[in-house]
Each structure stands twice: as structure tokens, then as C-alpha cells.
């Protein structure tokens, strides 16, 4: 049975719940205010499609200037140069015949195809995997600080950096970091003397590539940076308003919600639990902000049911059958929990877009 989606001139009102919907104006404020950031400082940016999976909102990001797009899976990147995108960075250690086999036919038809690596191993399988007929470039991952993934000091950088420059299927392409929040002086310090180092040998490094959305604004005091990567600041979420990223106009994603109980005067239930909202606290103690009522709080979830809890909720709360607005806690983690977004503007329906990449295992 297919969903009845709502049709371009619906109101959000009359859009089945629970549903993400997306605010055309707020998105196209974002991608244009990040994009111009980075022109401005010369930086290129490259998004992280995770936040959204959508192939319609990548291809506005670059329209809007962005160099090509960051993937997390093969599976993901797969998806998206099957939409025609041909510049593609996946910021992930691939390991595993299945895996690198399918990184190779990815490879064979991506005319820009980057990967990571920060260990031996990971070098060690995808040499053995590229020929020099079509080699693959790999860029080494650094810890500068995230206390992730990544190689923990420049000198252990630009031996990996030989290792991958000396196999004839791969090409070295520079370095990355996913940072600390407030870490660029560190991103700086460790880019910095990874470059003099690589320089010394004779190893060019042109590209040095940070992230994050937290610190999306203070890419400018990593000047060894030559691009950024960041993918939340497309929808923002509660966690960006927290971090002083942007402000409650800057909230592109709301989830739509239903009240569908209200079996006691301090207590609501909505219909959207751990598989709308996510149990992902980043933090905080609840689940979310419902907009227009912050003193309400969504305190525990079940599958299909949010519990708010009412006590010091100061103005009267929607009755049964009502619809409210939730701002989640992480916005990232909603993509991947329903197969279509519903867009409006100003409340009207406009489109509904497939989350082309959701689902997508490894």
C-alpha cells in the first residue's frame, strides 16, 4: 500500500504524523549563510550528506558553491553517484573484501572518488585492491584531538602519507580530522607541522580538510585548512541551538506530532517515540522542545510514544487530537528513521523527497 503523501498546496495541518517537515526558507538560509562563510575566508566546503540523505538537497548545496559532497558509507556514496554526483569524499576506514570490492566499481565510475585511512591495515587493503590503471586517492585521517579515529601525531601522518604514496593503485591526496569542539588551534598546530613535514620529503599535500558543524564559524583559525566539511547545519537542531551554532529561526527540521492521550492533568502522549524522535540525548535530559511549549518536557519515549511531562508547562497544553512542533534533539539521526520529508513554506506543502540514502547498512 503506498502512503498517501500530501500533494504540493496542503497545509501542514492536514499532513499525517509523525512526519519531518522542512522549512524551504530556513534550509535555502542555511546553505546560502555557511556557504558564503566559507567564500568568504577561502575555504572550499564540503557538506556531509548524512544529515539529510536526500539528493535533491545536495544539489543545492553545490549550486550554492559547495566542491562535492562527504559520504560516511560506500553504500551511501553509491546512491549518490548513481544521482550523477562525481566528486565524493568518504570520511570512513573501508576494511573487508565485500566492501572494497564494491569501492572499486565505485571507483571505476566516480570521476572524483576519495577515501580515508589511518592504519597500516586499512593502506595495506585497499593497495592490494587498486591497480595504477585507475589508481584511488586516500587521504590520511588525523587525531587532532576528537579522540576518534585518525593517526596521533604528524610523524606518524607522513608515514602512512609514504606508504600510500609508494603503492602504485593509490594516490595520496592530503589529510583530514573530524576535531574537538574549540580545537582549531590544535587542527592548526598538527596541519601545520604535518605539511613542513611531508614538504621536507617532497610530498605535496593539497588538500587538508576539517569538519564539524559546531565549529562550522571558527574554520577561519585553521588557515593550513584548505576545505571544511560539516552536515548538521543544513536543518540545525537542538543540540546547534545549545552550542550557539544558530537560533530557534535558523530550525529547518521540526517533527510533526500528534497528541494522542492525555490520561492525567500533568502528562500528554504524542505519537512520536524512539522510532521518530530517536533516544539520542546528546546531553539532554529530554527528547526534545516542542515548540511553543518549552516548559513541557517529552521524558521518555517507547516505540511509538512520547510521554510529556506537564508540570511546569506555564500556558494551557493542546488537548487530544491537536498537532505540535518538535525541534529534535538530533537531527542527523531523524533522517534515517523515515523514508520521505515533507517540505513546506510558510506551512503549505511544496514538495515530498525520498531519503534516497536511508537504510544504507555499510
Aim: with cysteine; net charge negative; aromatic share 6%.
Amino acid at each position: 500500500m503506498n502512503y498517501p503523501w500530501p500533494e504540493a498546496g496542503t497545509p501542514l495541518d492536514q499532513v499525517a504524523t509523525p512526519m519531518p517537515v522542512i522549512d524551504e526558507s530556513r534550509l535555502a538560509a542555511n546553505i546560502a549563510r555557511v556557504q558564503a562563510y566559507c567564500d568568504t575566508h577561502g575555504k572550499r566546503f564540503r557538506p556531509h550528506i548524512k544529515t539529510h540523505k536526500i539528493a535533491a538537497i545536495a544539489r543545492q548545496q553545490l549550486e550554492a558553491g559547495a566542491v562535492g559532497i562527504n559520504c560516511q558509507k560506500v553504500t551511501e556514496a553509491e546512491v549518490f553517484a548513481d544521482a550523477g554526483f562525481d566528486d565524493i569524499l568518504i570520511t570512513y576506514n573501508i576494511l573487508g573484501a565485500a566492501k572494497l570490492a564494491r569501492l572499486k566499481a565505485l571507483n571505476a565510475r566516480v570521476a572524483k572518488l576519495a577515501v580515508v585511512a589511518d592504519s597500516d591495515v586499512t593502506v595495506a587493503g585497499l593497495a592490494a585492491t587498486f591497480g595504477a590503471d585507475r589508481p584511488l586517492t586516500v587521504l590520511v585521517e588525523c587525531d587532532t584531538g576528537g579522540k576518534r579515529c585518525g593517526v596521533q601525531t604528524p610523524e606518524v601522518a607522513v608515514a602512512l602519507a609514504e606508504k600510500i604514496a609508494a603503492a602504485p593503485g593509490l594516490r595520496f591526496g592530503g589529510i583530514l580530522t573530524y576535531p574537538a569542539i574549540g580545537g582549531a588551534e590544535s587542527v592548526e598546530h598538527f596541519m601545520a607541522r604535518t605539511m613542513r613535514l611531508l614538504a621536507d620529503k617532497g610530498i605535496d599535500c593539497p588538500v587538508r580538510s576539517s569538519g564539524g558543524s559546531p565549529d562550522l564559524f571558527a574554520a577561519h583559525l585553521v588557515p593550513s585548512a584548505t576545505e571544511h566539511r560539516a552536515g548538521t547545519y543544513v536543518y540545525n537542531d537542538r543540540s546547534m541551538v545549545r552550542a550557539g551554532h544558530c537560533t530557534a529561526g535558523d530550525l529547518a527540521m521540526h517533527i510533526l506530532a500528534t497528541v494522542v492521550s492525555r490520561p492525567a492533568p500533568d502528562r500528554a502522549v504524542l505519537d512520536c517515540g524512539s522510532k521518530a524522535l530517536t533516544s539520542d540525548l546528546l546531553g539532554f535530559t529530554d527528547y526534545g522542545t516542542i515548540d511553543g511549549f518549552e516548559s513541557a518536557r517529552i521524558v521518555s519515549l517507547s516505540e511509538e510514544h512520547a510521554v510529556v511531562d506537564l508540570k511546569d508547562c506555564i500556558k494551557p497544553f493542546p488537548e487530544i487530537g491537536a498537532m505540535v512542533k518538535i525541534v529534535p534533539n538530533h537531527t542527523c539521526v531523524v533522517t534515517n528513521l523515515f523514508d520521505h520529508m515533507v517540505f513546506h513554506r510558510d506551512g503549505i506543502v511544496t514538495r515530498v523527497e525520498k531519503v534516497d540514502a536511508r537504510g544504507t547498512v555499510w
